[in-house]
């Protein structure tokens, strides 16, 4: 039998998105490609753990309740407005399953998380690119977005704060262009995982939003928050009727026990220690930013989350061959080409430790002082 005679058509030109932490192909790195709290997990983990694995004797909660009741009491937001998801990636996933059909119109800004364009590709839906500007410092120009949402578009997905660029915006931003796509029935996906890192992040999250506008639906992440992203947990929020469906339509037991146990525990009784994470990352991204502009080569775009953007081609190299070059210093940083152009020439990184950081730095000064020098000043 031609089993590719049997498979979906989206499925045979499929392709599978890339992503940083890939530390299992190379070993005793430290990893800065992707983007987790500096200070690593609460020291409370390993005791949660603990008091969580007898239970693995028993199949999960499928309602999760627990988890929700937690997620609700942090955010003061209704139980049925809450879904949770084996990280935050699997609610991406089931958002487009139950929203999308093949040929539904979406549109995706570029560059971005690349998941909502592979769970698009996935159903079939036609994607319109959004480009955001490098000249704007990839921001959203929303009055060229609003040109674009007519009625005869399904979608629109939004990262705030986005990756790779690490720029945020404003919550009231966000909100006009929501209000605009709920008059012309148009759904807005909003990813918030990076939400957490953002100073004064009331600013920016919609997620006391949800309530008073029907179609919007915004994940959230344990796996930055917390620097769990091998636990896999991440949470959904959504008017009534959009978390409804989706619960209709998840995989059942989709979070695990052990998971579903940890995470109450963190949400409940660790905020602090992302408190003290934005405290630690605040002066680091000051240092790093103010050392690599002075470099006149490395070009970094002002980080508003975790991580940097960082213009690289000043080196005469691309994001492939910075990423390699930094690994002989035992650094993997995220080579950005998968975001697709100008990424090429970018690289992105996380805001970790002074310590860890100086080594970041010293590989990167090494490295300038190896590159040719420029021809007729051109750099
Ligand atoms: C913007 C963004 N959203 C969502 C995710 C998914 O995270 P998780 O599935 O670990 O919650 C990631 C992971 O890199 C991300 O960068």
Not at 161 to 167: E, L, Q, Y
Not at 217 to 226: D, E
Not at 320 to 334: A, D, N, P, Y
Request: glycine share 4%; hydrophobic share 40%.
């Amino acid at each position: 039998m031609d089993i590719k005679r049997k498979v979906r058509r989206e499925i045979l030109s499929l392709t599978r998105p890339q992503h940083g932490g890939d530390i299992w192909q190379y070993g005793n790195v430290e990893d800065f490609s992707s983007n987790i709290n500096p200070l690593g997990p609460p020291v409370e983990l390993k005791q949660f753990f603990l008091e969580a694995v007898d239970k693995i004797q028993h199949y999960p909660d499928d309602s999760a309740v627990r988890l929700k009741k937690a997620i609700s009491n942090r955010f003061d937001i209704p139980v049925d407005q809450i879904i949770v998801g084996g990280g935050s990636v699997e609610l991406i996933r089931l958002f487009s399953e139950v929203f999308l059909e093949r040929g539904n119109k979406v549109i995706i800004p570029q560059p971005t998380f690349e998941e909502y364009s592979f769970s698009c590709r996935f159903i079939g839906a036609r994607i319109i690119y959004f480009p955001l500007s490098e000249d704007n410092s990839f921001k959203i120009n929303f009055e060229e977005l609003f040109e674009k949402i007519d009625r005869s578009i399904k979608a629109v997905f939004l990262c705030n704060p986005n990756n790779p660029t690490s720029k945020v915006e404003t919550k009231k931003k966000i909100l006009e262009f929501v209000e605009e796509c709920e008059k012309r029935e148009i759904l807005v996906f909003l990813d918030e995982a990076f939400i957490d890192f953002v100073e004064s992040p009331n600013n920016f999250s919609c997620i006391q939003e949800v309530e008073n506008h029907n179609n919007l639906f915004i994940i959230r992440s344990l796996t930055k928050s917390f620097a769990i992203p091998g636990l896999r947990v991440g949470y959904g929020i959504g008017s009534k009727p959009i978390i409804r469906y989706m619960e209709n339509a998840r995989l059942s037991w989709n979070v695990n026990t052990i998971a579903q146990l940890v995470a109450s525990k963190l949400i409940n009784e660790c905020y602090d220690h992302l408190e003290k994470a934005i405290k630690a990352i605040k002066p680091e991204k000051n240092r790093i930013f103010d050392t690599l502009q002075k470099t006149k080569i490395y070009k970094p775009i002002y980080p508003d989350a975790n991580f940097f953007f960082v213009r690289i081609d000043g080196l005469g190299i691309n994001s492939q061959e910075f990423k390699k070059t930094m690994l002989k210093w035992k650094i993997l940083v995220r080579d950005c080409t998968s975001f697709g152009p100008p990424c090429e020439k970018y690289t992105r990184f996380a805001i970790k430790t002074p310590e860890k950081n100086d080594k970041l730095i010293e590989a990167m000064n090494i490295i300038l002082t190896h590159i040719k020098k420029p021809k007729n000043g051109e750099m």
